[in-house]
């Protein structure tokens, strides 16, 4: 799933911090979702999903979540 919401996040030029503002997300749990250290809950990924413009179901596909 991080590495997903870093590449999303990368190609809309957003840093960690622009992407907390923007989801609501601490920015602490972004790093550790990008690290692979966190494993979010569906509403960390909804918000997430919502700040970077994209389908919550785009996203868990991309994460290879079944």
């Known amino acids: 799933m991080g590495q997903a919401i870093k590449k999303h996040r990368e ?21 550790k979702l990008e690290k692979g250290n966190h494993s979010p809950s569906l509403k960390t990924i909804h918000r997430l999903a919502k700040a970077l413009g994209i389908m919550l179901n785009q996203l868990i596909l991309e994460a290879g979540i079944d």
């Open 11 to 31: 190609e809309k030029g957003l840093s960690q911090s622009e992407l907390s503002k923007l989801s609501g997300v601490e920015r602490t749990t972004i790093v």
